[in-house]
């Protein structure tokens, strides 16, 4: 065999995965550390993603970790986890992803406890920071033909956030996340996935949920690492909702280590994120300015000095050991079977990859079979038309006798009206009329121009509310009309009328003043420019 015929073998042969160790599971797979190998001997440490056992002939998670793959594929951002490829090993799916080493929140909180330390306030406003960049980024990706994936992820919470030790953090588990995917299989029904203690209000009453739903579940995350036990679950009612949050706020309060104007300017980033209505919630991209701002100057560890110094010692605070797996899976061993919807970006070992973006599906068929059936009614309805009409005008032709038309006709006495003839009456006498001379004409007098009804002032529209954000605020006032509100980095105003309001905020000690134009609920985000305040 020539050397040209041995690489083409070597470069030709399945890859395989030996794993090594189990390091992570969830609701529908266990998460693997893998030494993914060519066949030309390149050799890369992955991690591999695979269904439970139980689940192998669960077509909903089967087709639930495809949709995962095909989705990370199209993301690409610093703070996601990224996936490399959607395969078959031992006829089973798998999603190969980068390796990230480290643990996540939910193990570091753990560690935080039995160490009897908190996570230093810093690391979690850049965590926010970073995690609001990465949910941003996904709800605005663009596909390949330009239009946005609207990505929201649905699961933020500390077990879904991994720290490194250099103090990078990647969102992970995109398994439940919904986005708008033309190759999408799996579709949530009316039962909820996820956790609840971590679900905004409206998600929890069973209403669809938008971006806003996981900014509330990073405000939940944020909660718990500073306070070091979860937010719990949300009452869901708006007045209760809103008390419930306080009060957790102020238990907050006892906890932080930091000056009292840095615990309320985090204490309001909190609030904002806890609303109970979506409107009142700030945007991922907003949040992660403010979360970043903050951040800046505040006493104790920023996020890499605490992630160098506290994520070596997890696995021995812990006692965790690893789950070691002896375990070679063959890419594309087996035959796979049918594959319910084209993959998008990622190829699979055996499956042809999709060659557009949106494929709508066909419409000849349906036209057709529509166009049939009409055509079958109404001949239908025309025959029976037809038929009734020939059956009527044979009946009344069958009891119809031949009239003789110089027989004379008499009338009926018995149960019609009795019409008798009328006798000739005299002619009325002619009377002659004299002609009489017109009147002379007068042209008739102009009307009178109308006089316009005076026109009533139209009210103006009432919004019933809207939040109003300036960056780098240590105080905010509002004023729409005769209605005003105040605060510090943000303000809500409820029952006020539309149109333009003054916004006045303190920034780094400077006054500063601005105008917003608001003509429906929604957040208005401010910012110091040139000395005064620009509103988007």
Not at 8 to 27: C, K, M, T, V
Not at 503 to 528: D, F, K
């Amino acid at each position: 065999m020539s050397s040209t015929e041995t690489t083409h073998n070597a470069l030709g042969s399945r890859r395989r995965f030996e794993l090594l160790e189990r390091i992570g599971s969830g609701a529908f797979g266990d998460v693997y550390l893998a030494d993914m190998v060519s066949g030309a001997g390149f050799s890369r440490t992955v991690a591999v993603k695979l269904l439970h056992e139980d689940r192998f002939d669960d077509d909903d998670a089967t087709r639930r970790i495809r949709d995962e793959a095909r989705l990370l594929g199209k993301l690409s951002h610093p703070h996601i986890v990224g996936v490399m490829d959607l395969v078959r090993l031992d006829d089973q799916w798998a999603v190969v992803m980068e390796h990230v080493e480290g643990a996540d929140l939910e193990h570091v909180l753990l560690a935080l406890r039995k160490a009897g330390r908190t996570f230093p306030a810093t690391a979690v406003l850049e965590l926010v920071s970073h995690v609001a960049d990465a949910l941003d980024a996904a709800y605005n990706a663009e596909a390949n033909g330009g239009r946005p994936l609207r990505v929201v992820h649905r699961d933020i919470k500390p077990a879904n956030l991994r720290l490194t030790s250099n103090g990078d953090v990647k969102v992970l588990d995109f398994g439940i996340a919904r986005a708008r995917l033309a190759s999408r299989e799996a579709h949530t029904g009316a039962y909820v996935i996820g956790t609840q203690r971590y679900m905004a209000p409206e998600r929890i009453a069973g209403h669809d949920e938008g971006p806003e739903g996981d900014v509330y579940s990073l405000g939940a995350t944020a909660f718990e690492l500073l306070m070091g036990e979860p937010l719990g679950r949300s009452p869901v009612l708006f007045d209760r909702h809103e008390k419930w949050v306080r009060k957790r706020l102020k238990e907050l309060d006892q906890v932080l280590d930091a000056p009292l104007d840095a615990r309320r300017r985090i204490e309001g980033l909190l609030y904002t994120c806890l609303a109970a209505e979506p409107l009142d919630r700030p945007r991922a991209a907003d949040l992660a300015q403010r979360a970043d701002y903050l951040s800046r100057g505040q006493p104790g560890e920023d996020l890499r000095a605490f992630g160098r110094r506290f994520i070596p010692q997890v696995t021995q605070l812990l006692g965790t050991k690893p789950d070691k797996v002896n375990r070679v899976l063959t890419e594309g061993s087996t035959a796979p079977r049918p594959v319910e919807g084209p993959p998008d970006t990622l190829r699979s070992s055996r499956a042809e990859p999709d060659t557009s973006e949106f494929r709508r599906p066909s419409m000849v068929l349906p036209v057709l079979m529509i166009a049939t059936v009409v055509l079958l009614v109404g001949g239908a309805i025309l025959t029976m038309g037809l038929l009734g009409g020939v059956g009527a005008w044979w009946v009344m032709q069958s009891h119809m006798e031949p009239v003789d038309p110089s027989e004379s006709l008499e009338l009926d006495s018995g149960e019609g009206p009795i019409v008798h003839p009328v006798e000739p009456s005299e002619p009325a006498p002619r009377v002659e009329l004299t002609p009489v001379e017109p009147a002379p004409r007068v042209a008739p007098a102009p009307a009178p121009a109308p006089i316009a009804a005076p026109v009533a002032p139209t009210p103006p529209k009432i919004l019933s509310r809207a939040q109003i954000v300036v960056r780098e605020a240590s105080s905010v006032a509002v004023k729409c009309g005769g209605v005003r509100a105040v605060g510090t980095a943000s303000v809500r105003i409820m029952s006020f009328p539309a149109g333009s309001c003054t916004v006045s905020a303190l920034v780094q000690g400077v006054e500063l003043q601005g105008h917003a134009l608001i003509v429906a609920p929604r957040t208005v985000t401010c910012g110091p420019d040139a000395g005064a305040l620009v509103c988007d």
